[in-house]
């Protein structure tokens, strides 16, 4: 198996029973905020041009780039698809002109002329955007895992797929915190320090429970090569930036008593044979040094050669075409109103800060008005030239977007909120009602409504939108109208697919069960383990 690393989480692997591209980005991405590091400006693209198969982790702008798989990679590749539970990334592939998939099942390995392909799918809200993945490759002779930035949970299933030979693996930051926060300065510094140590001691932890062979460092950072953001890079090793490169890790891990780390840059080539793993780089091996030991001069070499582009981009923000506080009122007030669990989540005001146009988003009277000096609890400051741009393109992900960029200050009257970017990545009915739905699977009181002398499983088995708003009942036969999915009501037999079973409940007069239950008793979908610590509204505050 040879792996060309492409930069980032892209990689080119070959194999002898087929070819795959992963995550392969080269444009500028985020409002040209984020680009690759060190440059893949040399990558030969046409090698990859006609692979056998794509794999896409998620769709993160500096993991899918449109522009780049339009332009440079044929139709005829067969796509990988991760066991998400909204189709948003096959829609989007779809739309570039791919028409081939591989439809693949959580952690279940498919065979294909001789290659072992598993992919884990992580698809809590929090994941990417609505979802994220890791990709195992086996071809009987060499396993890799290329877990990119993910994030499983479940060490256990992965170890049984090994052993591995290489890992690759996210090791710093890719995310807008803490720079974009109005801190204290030594705050910065101290959350900073913080969030470095823990991204590389999370990456270490990783590589001790996988246990491959080699650790490849990937999945970041990038750079920022615009005027107003080039301080984000971390020039010096300096201990407070959250951006630390690949020999940063790679010294890290021997630090810690690990010497299986392998440096790649967009262009290097890795062979592996025997257990063995050697890596040729496109430049002599002091070349490369120089890269990361005179950071500063290469990344402003890389600038004037981006500036142009950067430039370009800037000039092409909309300005003055939108009225944003009637746009957006329009846009997210409807969301707003079936957004139950969000709404109690954030509890209050979130202040858009874009000068003369600032609006509220209030989520407690789920109401979106110009603002009037109201009292905030988070606050956003933006370019409203970036907000327009949201409107006009109707980005149903701010996070993979805006947020991302960095292009914005944020300011919060207490501790971070995750409801508030979770609801940004939920700008449609059907993205914010799977958000609804993973949230309403923790909460009990939620589960069940009533109707039509029936008590009823409250969130549709489907893709879980809230049946108490998207349910229609004609004639015994409940139809969900957000996809259309059609059940009886007397069995729980779902009429669009015989994979699916909704829980329903004959009840008498008086609202109790009448007996006629269904043979099978309805079984709560098991919460997914979550690394993160989610609001559960108190039982007493129910919505």
Not at 54 to 66: A, I, Q, T, V
Not at 258 to 267: Q, S, T
Request: charged letters at 25%.
């Amino acid at each position: 198996m040879q792996i060309t690393f492409l930069g980032q989480a892209g990689l080119f692997i070959e194999t002898k029973h087929g070819t795959i591209v992963c995550d392969p980005w080269f444009n500028p991405a985020y409002f040209a905020s984020w680009f690759p590091f060190p440059s893949n400006e040399d990558v030969d693209i046409e090698k990859l041009g006609r692979p056998d198969y794509l794999y896409l982790s998620h769709l993160h702008h500096d993991h899918f780039d449109p522009q780049f798989l339009r332009d440079h990679v044929w139709k005829e590749a067969t796509i990988l698809l991760p066991d998400f539970p909204l189709d948003l990334q096959e829609r989007a592939l779809r739309d570039i002109g791919f028409t081939k998939f591989i439809y693949t099942k959580n952690c279940e390995t498919v065979e294909i002329d001789g290659l072992h392909l598993t992919i884990v799918a992580m698809v809590a809200p929090i994941d990417g955007p609505l979802g994220d993945s890791s990709l195992i490759v086996n071809d009987g002779e060499t396993c890799i895992f290329n877990q990119n930035d993910s994030r499983p949970i479940d060490l256990d299933i992965l170890t049984q797929f090994g052993p591995y030979d290489a890992h690759f693996l996210q090791f710093s930051g890719a995310i807008w915190y803490p720079m974009v926060y109005q801190f204290p300065e030594k705050m910065m510094q101290t959350l900073g320090r913080k969030k470095r140590e823990n991204e590389m001691a999370r990456a270490l932890r990783y590589a001790q429970q996988i246990n491959a062979s080699f650790i490849i460092p990937s999945a970041g950072p990038p750079c920022f090569l615009d005027d107003e953001m080039f301080h984000f890079n971390d020039f010096d090793r300096d201990p407070t930036n959250t951006f630390p490169d690949q020999p940063v890790f790679i010294d890290y891990m021997q630090e810690h008593g690990y010497d299986k780390g392998r440096l790649m840059i967009p262009g290097s080539v890795a062979t592996f044979s025997c257990g063995n793993c050697t890596v040729s780089h496109p430049l002599p091996d002091e070349q490369v040094q120089a890269i990361f030991t005179q950071k500063r001069a290469y990344l402003e070499a890389y600038q004037q050669r981006k500036r142009p582009v950067i430039e370009a981009a800037k000039a092409s923000w909309p300005r003055g075409q939108v009225d944003i506080p009637s746009s957006l009122r329009d846009w997210f007030e409807p969301l707003l109103e079936t957004a139950d669990l969000t709404c109690v989540g954030v509890n209050g005001r979130l202040l858009i800060d874009c000068g003369e146009q600032a609006v509220v988003v209030d989520f407690q009277q789920r109401k979106v008005y110009p603002w009037n000096n109201e009292e905030w609890e988070y606050r956003f400051q933006v370019d409203p030239a970036l907000i327009e741009s949201s409107i006009i393109r109707h980005v149903e992900d701010w996070v993979n977007d805006l947020f991302l960029s960095c292009r914005f200050k944020a300011e919060r009257k207490g501790p971070y909120n995750e409801y508030i970017y979770i609801f940004f990545k939920g700008l449609t009915p059907e993205r914010i009602q799977y958000i609804e739905g993973y949230y309403a699977e923790q909460t009990p009181e939620h589960q069940f409504w009533e109707s039509n002398g029936y008590r009823i499983q409250r969130r549709c088995p489907h893709l879980k939108a809230d049946l108490t708003r998207f349910g229609k009942i004609e004639d015994g036969i409940l139809t969900c109208t957000m996809h259309g999915w059609q059940f009886e009501l007397a069995t729980g037999k779902c009429l669009t697919s015989d994979d699916r079973k909704l829980f329903t409940q004959r009840l008498d007069k008086d609202g109790k069960p009448t007996g006629e239950e269904q043979q099978q008793e309805w079984v709560k979908p098991p919460a997914l383990k979550c690394k993160h610590c989610w609001y559960i509204p108190p039982k007493e505050n129910k919505v």
